[in-house]
């Protein structure tokens, strides 16, 4: 098993910037992916960002050149640099991690509001 816990979060004004972290716990793989997703009211989840421990990146389309991940792979954390927030950004974050055979794990999660 392998457990996530968040922190950071909060609210912020448009324009503004957040940083998420999350530290990792457990049974994790040497291979593995860590990243962020999001959930806003009425809506699927989505990927926000992930992290290869081989250090390669995927984003989605909204948030590239906005926010940066990064982890290190000898303590299990990664975080989530978020700038020139937007109000659409506004949801709750999760922090996920899978490891090599496609196990995943999920955070309790933290809101992330963006005021207009």
């Known amino acids: 098993q392998v457990q996530l816990v968040e922190s950071g979060g909060g609210l912020v004004q448009a324009g503004g910037s957040l940083r998420l972290s999350c530290a990792a716990s457990?049974?994790?793989?040497?291979?593995?992916?860590m990243g962020w997703y999001r959930q806003a009211p009425g809506k699927q989840r989505e990927l926000v960002a992930t992290?290869?421990?081989?250090?390669?990146?995927n984003y989605a389309d909204s948030v590239k050149g906005r926010f940066t991940i990064s982890r290190e792979n000898a303590k299990n954390t990664v975080t989530l640099q978020m700038n020139s927030l937007k109000p659409e950004d506004t949801a709750v974050y999760y922090c996920?991690?899978?490891?090599?055979?496609?196990?995943?794990?999920w955070g309790q999660g933290t809101q992330v509001t963006v005021s207009s």
């Open positions: 992290m290869h421990t081989g250090a390669s990146t």
């Open positions: 457990g049974r994790i793989f040497s291979i593995n992916v």
């Open positions: 996920n991690l899978m490891n090599l055979g496609g196990a995943m794990y």
